[in-house]
Nanobody, 127 residues
Framework: QVQLVESGGGLVQAGGSLRLSCVAS????????MGWFRQAPGKEREFVAA????????SYTDPVKGRVTISRDNAKNTVYLQMNSLTPEDTAVYYC????????????????????WGQGTQVTVSS
C-alpha cells in the first residue's frame, strides 16, 4: 500500500519561501506521476504542480508559475515543492498525491487521476 507523508509547512511572512517534501513508501515511486494540490478554507482542492515519472515533464497552475518549482528524487522516494515569493493567497493545506497509472510523460493536472494522497501540511502566509 502506497503511503505519502508531507512535511515542511509552516508560518511564513509574505515574500518568504518554503520547501515542502513528500516521502512515499510501500510502492515503486519511480513509476508514479506525482502532484501537489492545495485547499484553502472554504474552497475546493486545486491543482498546484505535477511532475512526470522521470522528472522531465512538469506542469504548473498559472498563479504559481515563476514562483514554484516541483522536483523529485527517485532515489529518495521524495517529491519537493519549492515555493518562493509567497503571498497570503498561497495560504492552504498542501497535499501531495500519486498517480499510480501515469504514463512515462504524464504530469497530470486532473484530481481524478490521483490514487493516493498524503495527509496534508499547512502553509500559512502572513501579510
Amino acid at each position: 500500500q502506497v503511503q505519502l507523508v508531507e512535511s515542511g509547512g509552516g508560518l511564513v511572512q509574505a515574500g518568504g519561501s518554503l520547501r515542502l517534501s513528500c516521502v512515499a513508501s510501500g510502492g515503486s515511486f519511480s513509476t508514479y506521476g506525482m502532484g501537489w494540490f492545495r485547499q484553502a478554507p472554504g474552497k475546493e482542492r486545486e491543482f498546484v504542480a505535477a511532475i512526470s515519472r522521470s522528472g522531465g515533464i512538469t506542469s504548473y497552475t498559472d498563479p504559481v508559475k515563476g514562483r514554484v518549482t516541483i522536483s523529485r528524487d527517485n532515489a529518495k522516494n521524495t517529491v519537493y515543492l519549492q515555493m518562493n515569493s509567497l503571498t497570503p493567497e498561497d495560504t492552504a493545506v498542501y497535499y501531495c498525491a500519486a498517480d499510480l497509472g501515469a504514463g512515462y510523460y504524464s504530469a497530470s493536472r486532473a484530481y481524478g487521476h490521483y490514487d493516493r494522497w498524503g495527509q496534508g501540511t499547512q502553509v500559512t502566509v502572513s501579510s
